[in-house]
């Protein structure tokens, strides 16, 4: 076995000197994207964070105070890790990462409920992991005003005989009802990987096209030349980011619900727009490491100024004019809407539209420099 790894290897190296950039080409667009999405997928196999680490104080000690613990504590969400004794432990558990919630019961609970003083439950939240804060937070609420309405179920039945059929319109007079759209179940890999993923892979065909450029400089090509240099590598980049979303697809049940025609059109653009970038920084730099720092650099911050991980409603004014000049921002929160809505050719146009614009002002931008380059 060690003999063949050995080969296998050695194949491999003599193999990268005779041909560096097909094996580069290989690494950036197909192993690379791949084994990332990948371990990313299985990375967050449980979709939203469950049996988050959990610490309790019981201060009433009576059966309804541990009901409620061994409710929590039987929920997908909640691991009761331990019961402590006082409070300060709460927090100390949470500061040393032994649990991320904090349940505290206090005294005489169950007696002052039964006496209508409206006891309350303390909870306490790790606020510095906000992705199980996003999960735990709103599965407490639930478990909270279930065993709420339970007991209030209880109490109108056995203190003022109210009639079965009508204790739950009591109990909870106003009944709500929720409809999460497009991802009911919360899943955390369905909303961050689609783009996230694209933003690894863009900053590869950026650095691919700013070395493309540095390649054909002083060669003399011929405009269209150009143009094909970026559609072929354009396209290659396309397939890259397709790939990745199709191994989610098929391994990690990521679901894409949009139009399959527009989903492509938006990739192979954008994979275009992003490969012009570097093809200009290639262009317009003559070292060639600095010209791929360079376009790894501008398209690198995409991610958080284009407003994927950030709504950009949510930035100060600047940073929503400029986000409306990166390609990303137009690109991820598409994506990832084809991903998870039904949409059509139609509800993408738009961005579609400003991608096109995006290539066309980058062309010609590519046109004026090899322009002056020939008349040089």
Known sequence: MKRRLFQFFMAF????????????????????????????????????????????????????????????DQSNYFNVVEEAQNDERVEAALYDRAAYVGLIIPENFYSDMREGKAPKILTVYDGSSLAVISSSKSAMSEILLTLKAGYMIKVYEGKMSIAPASVRN???????????????????????????????????????????????????????????????????????????????????????????????????????????????????LSDRMFASQVAAVIVLPSTILGGYTWPVLAMPPFFQAFARIIPFYYYGNTIRDLCLKELAFRHILPDLQILVIFGVVLIALLYLIKRKEVQA
């Open 170 to 284: 009591h109990a909870v007079p106003i009944d709500a009802t929720y409809r999460l759209l497009f991802n009911p179940t919360r899943n955390f890999r369905n909303f961050i990987l689609p783009g996230m993923l694209a933003a690894l892979i863009q900053v590869g065909i950026a650095c691919m096209g700013a070395e493309r450029a540095s390649e054909t400089r002083g060669k003399g090509l011929a405009f269209s030349e150009h143009l094909m240099i970026i559609l072929k590598w354009g396209s290659l980049g396309a397939v890259s980011i397709a790939l990745t979303l199709t191994e989610q697809y098929l391994l990690f049940d990521m679901p894409y619900r949009g139009t399959i025609l527009g989903g492509t059109a938006m990739t192979v653009l954008f994979s275009c727009v992003v490969f012009s970038i570097g093809y200009l920084a290639g262009s317009i």
């Open 13 to 72: 190296y003599l193999y990268k000197k005779r041909h560096p950039k097909r094996v580069m080409t290989f690494l950036v667009f197909i192993v690379v994207p791949l084994a990332t999405g990948l371990i990313l997928g299985y990375e967050m196999s449980s979709n939203v964070a469950t049996a988050i680490p959990t610490v309790v104080v019981d201060h009433d000690h009576s059966d309804f105070s541990r009901s409620v613990i061994e409710y929590v």
